[in-house]
Structures are given as C-alpha cells and as structure tokens.
C-alpha cells in the first residue's frame, strides 16, 4: 500500500500522478484548501482524521454485525461478573460497545489531541524557526504559512500512525491509557478475530480476555478519580521535555519539491524528536514508565486472578498479553518514532509481581486500597523486593479496612454497581 504524502490524495487514498493533468489539478485545489483553512492548534487534525480514514478504507474497516454486538454487551458483563471476586473497586462499565477500527479513532481523537499538541507544537515552531531572521518580515502574512504547513505534515503523518493502531488495538482501554470515553468499555471486533486468529487460539476465550482487561481498565480509572489525570499529566509532562532535531527538519525539509507531490511522499517526521538527557527528564520517564508498569500490572494480576481455572489456554493468552504488552507492535512502534513516546510499560512483570505480593500480604481490600491516593502506591523502587513493601505498614493503621478510605467513591450517582453494562443506544 503506498504512503498516503500528508493526507493529501485522491479519493481511495491513492497519491496523485504527477503526469496525469486532472489528478494534478485536483490535488492543488485540495492542497490551497488546507492552506486556506488551517485547523486550530499545531496539528491539522481534521486532516489526521481524513487520512486515517483513507487508510483504513484501503486496509478494510469490517463493519460490526448485531451478532457481535450482542457478542461484546455479554462478554463485558460476564467479564464483570467474574471480577466481582477480584477486585474490590465496583464496576466501571456504563456502557458497553462494538467499535469499528474508524470508529476507535473517532471516540478516543479528543485524548490523543491532548497528548499529541504539545510535541507537535514545537516541530511547528522549531519549522518556523527555520527561516532566517531577515527574512520572516519580508515574508509578513506569508509566515504563517509555514505554520499550517507543519500542522499540516504532523497532522498527516499522525493520522497515518493512528490508522495502524486503529488496525491493531483490542480494546479501548488496550494500551493502557484512558483514550475512550468514561464508563464506555469498548471492544474492536475485527481486530480481535485476526489476534485470535493468529496465536490459533478459539476466538470466544480471546474475546473474553480482552473483555476481562478491558473491564479491569474500566473498573480502576472510573473509580479512582485522580488516576486518569494523573496519567494523562505523567505522559504530557514528559513529552514536554521532549526536543526537537532541527537539522532533522531542515533535511526532510530539504526534499520537498513543491512541484513535486512524490517528494512529499517520501518524506517522513520520524526521528525528529529526542528526549532531553537531564535530571528532570529522566525523573518524568521514571514516573511515567512506572504509572504504566502499576496500572498494566495490577490489570493483568487482577484478570489472572478472576479467571483462575476457567478458561483452558489463560496462560497461553497471559503470557501472549504480556509479551505484546511490554515489546509493543509495529504501530505502537511507529507512533513512539514520531511523536518520540513510547506507549509500553517497561516493568510490567515486576509491576504484576508486585501485586501479586501485596493481595498475598493485605488481600484484595488492602491491595485496591492502594489506589486511594497517588503517595500510596509503590515506586520504582518497591519493584525490586515486592515481599518488602507488601509487609510494609503504613501511617493511617494500615490499609486492611478499604471502605475508611473515602477518597474512592466506590458507588456512582451515574449507575448502581449491579447493573448490568448496556448497549450504546445510538448503536441500535
């Protein structure tokens, strides 16, 4: 399949041919148009959209039937019901869905705005800062030009890592972040069938591990408030000590030929950022790697522990989820190249032994209530002896008694726990 150059391309997702007249016209009547309409912020989103939508059209996007409709409302409530025992937080699936690959763009493009602004507005001004003091006022109004056209690149190229990750991801809550909306435990089909498909493993058990996961995910950022800010902040405050390669730009700059749609097409953003080598930087990686190692780890633990015996191939499907987790697939891969981030817990073994530890030490109720506040949970540190710290006791008495700490609000004014999750209406 031949890059999509920036987003810019013909219906289908074809580039255009540089001797075909038409195609030529077409393609600089949609290029004066980005220009002409820039998107609000450093990245042209709507063209990140429009180009993840391209290739997901090229790629095949397999629409989700009623069967698998009814297929994920069951799964997520079985999942549920067997995390009752597991997990001391309640529910956190309001609602439960079937999403097409587009589809988990769409419901989860409003988190990766957050995450994404911040690195590509600094390509965008170190892309400005490529044009010579002496020139920019001679340039006036033509300046910002420079600065759609980089929103433009990022928004391109991001759309064409999203739309591989829209290809791959299991869930809505697969990579560990909170990108969906609240209480809405997702599933992708699809993309569950080919996993399956690829470890030769029954469909329906893959199907309900995912579903496990994704209800375990759903269960710790509903009901421990702070947590999905605190992550999202984790994640912006490292890549806000992300630099920018100047020379990197000047040169992909370089190969453009504004005559020349090819050129665009070659180019690529990948590589151009590096994180900062200073304390402050490596201190921001720590504390990111290791909220991602706690929440993938006591998400992995907590499953294991609800499925026990249950299903036949657990530790086939344990085994192949930590695997993915921690080494990432090739979209993971190429997003961490662009926007310089990698979206994978490092430590996410030591992280589930942990746990294991713990819930061993202080059970199910003293383990959760861990999640009460930030300052409570382990650190990087806590990794290396896991006996040590599930021994360990705390100030407040010890944290055996989880319904004293008030700071999780186990019930919810927008459902009673024992409901059962529900369809999306507008899905009907």
């Given amino acids: 399949m031949p890059d999509i150059p920036f987003g810019f391309a013909l219906p289908g997702g074809q580039p255009p041919d540089p001797n075909d007249p038409q195609q030529m016209q077409q393609f600089m009547a949609q290029l004066q148009q980005l220009l002409a309409a820039p998107g609000s912020g450093p990245v042209n989103w709507d063209l990140a959209r429009q180009v993840a939508a391209a290739q997901l059209s090229q790629a095949g996007d397999p629409a989700v039937s009623p069967y698998e409709r009814n297929a994920v409302e069951e799964v997520l409530r079985l999942a549920d019901l067997w995390l009752e025992q597991a997990v001391a937080l309640p529910s956190g699936v309001r609602t439960a869905v079937a999403w097409n690959r587009n589809e988990w763009i769409y419901r989860t493009l409003d988190v990766w705005q957050k995450l994404c602004n911040p690195v590509a507005g600094r390509m965008v001004n170190a892309m400005g800062d490529l044009v010579p003091p002496e020139a920019r006022a001679q340039l006036g109004p033509m300046q910002s030009m420079?600065?759609?056209?980089?929103?433009?690149?990022?928004?391109?190229?991001?759309?064409?890592?999203?739309?591989?990750?829209?290809?791959?991801?299991?869930?809505?809550g697969d990579i560990g972040l909170p990108l969906g909306p609240a209480g809405t435990g997702a599933l992708i089909p699809a993309n569950i069938r080919e996993f399956a498909s690829g470890l030769e493993l029954p469909e329906d058990e893959v199907r309900l591990y995912v579903a496990l996961r994704e209800a375990a995910h759903q269960r710790l950022f509903e009901h421990v408030p702070w947590l999905r800010g605190h992550v999202l902040n984790a994640v912006e405050t490292y890549a806000n000590g992300i630099t920018v390669n100047r020379e990197a730009i000047e040169e992909a700059m370089g190969r453009i030929d504004p005559?020349?749609?090819?050129?665009?097409?070659?180019?690529?953003?990948?590589?151009?950022?590096?994180?900062?080598?200073?304390p402050a930087q490596k201190a921001s990686l720590a504390r990111l790697e290791t909220t991602l190692a706690l929440v993938e780890g006591w998400v992995g633990h907590v499953v294991d522990l609800a499925v026990g015996d249950r299903l036949p191939n657990v530790v086939r499907l344990a085994e192949?989820?930590?695997?993915?987790?921690?080494?990432?697939?090739?979209?993971?891969?190429?997003?961490?190249?662009?926007?310089?981030?990698?979206?994978?817990?490092?430590?996410?073994?030591?992280?589930?032994?942990?746990?294991?530890?713990?819930?061993?030490?202080?059970?199910?109720?003293?383990?959760?209530?861990?999640?009460?506040?930030?300052?409570?949970?382990?650190?990087?540190?806590?990794?290396?002896?896991?006996?040590?710290?599930?021994r360990s006791q705390f100030d407040n008495g010890g944290l055996g008694d989880f319904d004293d700490l008030g700071d999780i609000d186990f019930g919810s004014d927008e459902g009673p726990k024992e409901n059962p999750p529900k369809g999306d209406e507008e899905d009907k």
């Fill in 146 to 172: 420079v600065t759609t056209l980089g929103g433009a690149l990022f928004g391109g190229q991001l759309g064409q890592a999203l739309g591989s990750l829209a290809a791959e991801v299991l869930s809505a």
């Fill in 259 to 278: 005559t020349n749609p090819e050129s665009m097409q070659e180019m690529a953003l990948e590589g151009i950022f590096t994180p900062e080598d200073t």
């Fill in 320 to 390: 192949a989820f930590r695997r993915r987790r921690a080494a990432g697939g090739p979209a993971e891969q190429t997003f961490a190249a662009l926007v310089g981030l990698e979206l994978r817990p490092r430590r996410l073994r030591e992280a589930a032994a942990l746990w294991s530890a713990v819930t061993e030490h202080r059970g199910v109720q003293g383990r959760d209530g861990l999640w009460a506040h930030p300052d409570l949970l382990p650190s990087g540190d806590d990794f290396a002896d896991p006996e040590a710290f599930a």
